[in-house]
């Protein structure tokens, strides 16, 4: 028995040390920690029923995901629940996203920015995840040029 115990810790070893190596650079790391670009989804997360079929439909979906994971974009919830509290921080800090570029209180409404003065406005109109994951990519292709 303790034999395998010792087998068994030196393949976890052994493990690590595989994953280490084959540890993405710090350049790499860097880039994740900083994305190039940020997906702001304005919501109503309590009250609207389009905020919510975008969760279960879009931002909840595996491709869509993926899709922003390759190409580096965050997404951020900027939620204007009626019933549900946020903190202090949390309603300063979505009013002075919603200022910012200029949130016209229509809901659901996602910006694709890469600075306050790069940035595109997409609309929700109940498409399919694959479609609207390659709308987004369409535009980040646009704010790269």
């Known amino acids: 028995m303790p034999f395998l115990i010792i087998i068994s810790l030196s393949l ?19 880039k994740l920690a900083n994305p190039n670009s ?47 509290k946020l903190t202090p921080e949390v309603e300063k800090h979505n009013k002075s996203i919603a200022e910012i570029y200029n949130f016209e209180g229509i809901f659901p409404t996602l910006i694709l920015s890469q600075s306050e003065e790069k940035y595109e406005v997409l609309k929700y109109k109940n498409q399919l995840a694959p479609k609207f994951s390659e709308l987004i990519v369409e535009k980040l292709k646009y704010l790269d040029e």
Not at 12 to 19: G, K, L, Y
């Open 12 to 30: 976890f070893s052994f493990t690590i040390q595989s994953s280490a190596q084959n540890a993405p650079s710090s350049a790499f790391e860097k």
């Open 38 to 84: 940020v997906l702001y989804v304005f919501t109503g997360s309590d009250w609207c029923a389009d905020c919510r079929r975008l969760e279960k439909n879009i931002l909840s979906d595996s491709i869509f995901l993926k899709t922003m994971e390759s190409n580096n974009i965050e997404i951020e919830i900027i939620d204007f629940p009626q019933r549900k």
